[in-house]
């Protein structure tokens, strides 16, 4: 049975006419066709399928669209429009911190929802605030270094 649910996606109301138990992830790609939310493992545990949902990280891959009504949704897309990505893409790219980039759209949104808590954060908190997403080309270091260098370059958009 289709559910009409009312949400806000990358800042503009949208309304999704399908069924509530199909998950946010399979909903952004095909019906949405926002495909940089990637599907990694469908279980919550790599990260690849990261979005912010009403301010806090989340794997799309563990949310059904039920769930969704009223919620403010941002995803790679949304995020890339804004002055914050800028900075995050600038310090991703001066320390060759993507390889295969398939990571990066989860990658670039746990930065973005690690910085908006921890501004200036610690190496230890970094490292923390990206756990839940893998990099199978191994490129961590690059990463973690990318966002030391994205909080102090955007001192103050945090």
């Keep these: 049975m289709d559910t009409k649910i009312h949400f806000t996606l990358n800042g503009k109301p949208v309304t999704y006419d399908g069924n509530a138990s199909n998950r946010l992830l399979d909903v952004l790609r095909d019906y949405y066709k926002l495909t940089g939310t990637k599907c990694g493992c469908k279980e919550g545990e790599c990260g690849a399928c990261s979005i912010i949902m009403d301010g806090e990280l989340i794997n799309s891959c563990m949310v059904a669209m039920g769930r969704c ?47 908006r808590k921890h501004p200036h954060p610690t190496e230890e908190e970094i490292r923390d605030g990206l756990s839940g997403n893998l990099c199978r080309c191994t490129g961590y270091n690059a990463i973690v270094r990318a966002v030391g260098i994205a909080a102090k370059e955007g001192n103050g958009l945090w």
């Design 69 to 115: 009504e009223g919620a403010d949704i941002m995803t790679i897309e949304g995020f890339s429009e804004t002055e914050r990505f800028k900075v995050i893409d600038k310090a991703y790219g001066a320390v060759s911190a993507v390889q295969c980039g398939y990571c990066i759209p989860g990658m670039v949104m746990a930065t973005e929802a690690l910085l």
